[in-house]
């Protein structure tokens, strides 16, 4: 039983791709894991430039490069024919291919059998692995942060990010857990939550954040929103088997419903709070809400410290745009949540 | 997009067992569809009788079964190697065979063939159908309930069976929706809900008990619990894609922690009722309890009427055990709720 992992240091495939917008994932990855990315190889002379050099993918088998990631993402998410004889090549020099395209890698023959030839793997991230458990309810070791949000597409991802690397740079003990495919393939590893069969979604969350030191924090990706129509068993799933001490609430400032589900109206932070802490309880009564993270791009630039002023003052927590200075403010109030300390199977607090 | 369907009548098939208890499944069709199960096959002389004519496959076929069934489950759930010979004629003979097994049928080589070249299916009622839609939330017409529990295994179908048949006695216009893989066998269709990818968890409760006659009742069947460390986000899928408007709380009197998950206290029925119409609520705001439905198999008999009597009066709701007298009181409630009417678009209470 195990999580998905990617095999560093990588080379950001872009295929034929001319606009940014489609490489959401090569351009995350340069932004959150620089120090992993080796290369770049566009098919075009006019394609997009992550500021990576350019490298072929015998040049990056010759440098120990690990894995040919695919960092874009067409309408549709399919396996582009041109993109073929390239992945077959970088496949036979032994890099792992790594997708999180709807099409299966591993249904083109070439590829299969390439990797076959020369023991590569064909990792597509939206694929759990097998065997994954039931969710058991135990208590594990080690601390967790989960976000949570009123909303899909919130920057649930973006604040987890953040907040990992803020609390790293402050010499904290942390380690990001992606929930998602893009996050999984900026974190190296993870499982695909949405992807996985509802009877073990909890067991699947349980294993994304395993028993760790005291000192330690999981800072967990955070998946559809638990007032969605569509995905709200998704957030459930993954709170339950979380089991976080602390939580996030991510919003976008200005959104008023359900994105792609105009009918339902957006709860209140106050709602996602409330239930959240009810929900969540279940399998960590100390759970508790830390501070909420937005995203402030809609407003106009001269209103929005005051908007996260008020909002503060409203909930008495800290309150950021992770965009707009950082999340220290969060991590201050993570810092001050009492510790969970499990002893022979009791669950106490200090 | 589909939901799961069987061809009646049925060839239970008992296979060397010789426990009834591992032929809940046969026992269960029989109980709840005797007039679509045409015989029984036993392998063994001292097998299981389910008071149905012995009938062997060829017979079957000759007097137009539609599938024959796998009515045993033993330990570990697979396909015994002694059943072979029997299931390859009965596919020859273009009986569909139909197993909720954890091995698959299809990849049975003997079988895949016997199937291909007589067009008969290999139906495993624990794999979803492919292409399942994600939940949109829509208000759809007719009139549902859902069953809840305090727990796994607490008679959630059951009380769904008898209320089901019960309201068919008194005239009403009923469908009974299963959500797991003993209940479609009996409803000869419907979507084993653990078993579909999360995303599309609610999607496929929607498909179970789509748009119908504004006097048409679906019963539909739970699944886990809502308070359930590693079921509940299957509870939650269900109940939002159900968007019911009357739920039963099920019950086992005498039961204090979650079967398997001891460290879990059993929720209250209060609890259950309270947190189901505050997360139900987001697809159907006139969501309401209508009773709650007991086991009582582990209560003394002498005291069976007056828990439930005491039950009643403290929660103000009719309390029954199906097995001791029906569900009377619930239809006649169910009968009393509000009802939604759709019209353009709009919901309203009549």
Not at 45 to 73: F, H, K, N, R, Y
Not at 119 to 130: C, S
Not at 213 to 232: L, M, R, T
Not at 324 to 332: A, F, I
Request: glycine share 14%; with cysteine.
């Amino acid at each position: 039983m195990n999580t998905i992992e990617l095999r560093p240091p990588y080379l950001i495939f872009l295929g034929n791709e001319t606009c940014l917008t489609y490489a959401k994932t090569g351009a995350g990855l340069v932004e959150w894991r620089r120090e992993l990315c080796s290369g770049q190889l566009n098919l075009t002379p006019d394609g997009i430039d992550l500021g990576l050099p350019q490298m072929s993918v015998e040049q990056a088998a010759a440098d120990g490069v690990g894995s040919l990631v695919i960092g874009t993402a067409s309408v549709g998410g399919g396996i582009s024919p041109e993109w073929l004889d390239t992945l077959e090549r970088a496949a036979l020099l032994g890099l792992d291919i790594v997708a999180g395209l709807h099409g299966s890698l591993a249904s083109v023959p070439r590829l299969q059998q390439a990797a076959a030839t020369s023991g590569a793997r064909l990792v597509n991230v939206r694929v759990p692995p097998p065997e994954l458990p039931v969710g058991s309810g135990r208590k594990r070791t080690g601390r967790r942060v989960l976000m949570v949000g009123t909303d899909c597409a919130v920057g649930k991802k973006y604040t987890a990010l953040a907040l990992a690397r803020d609390m790293r740079r402050r010499g904290l003990n942390v380690d990001f857990r992606a929930s998602g495919q893009t996050g999984i393939m900026i974190a190296g590893g993870g499982l695909p939550m949405d992807a996985v069969v509802s009877d073990f979604l909890s067991g699947a969350a349980e294993l994304l954040s395993p028993d760790n030191s005291a000192d330690h924090w999981d800072v967990i990706e955070g998946q559809g929103g638990i007032f969605h129509p569509g995905f709200g068993a998704v957030s459930l799933g993954l709170l339950l088997g979380s089991q976080p001490d602390a939580f996030v609430v991510c919003h976008e400032a200005g959104r008023n419903h359900l994105i792609g589900w105009e009918g339902f109206a957006l709860p209140t932070i106050e709602q996602v709070i409330e239930r959240t802490v009810e929900l969540g309880s279940l399998t960590n009564p100390a759970i508790s809400c830390v501070g909420v993270s937005i995203n402030t791009s809609r407003l106009p630039p001269g209103d929005r410290s005051g908007y996260l002023e008020e909002l503060s003052e409203r909930l008495g927590l800290p309150c950021v745009d992770p965009l707009q200075g950082g999340t220290d403010p969060l991590v201050g109030r993570l810092l001050q949540t009492p510790q969970t300390v499990v002893t022979d199977g009791e669950v106490a607090l200090i």
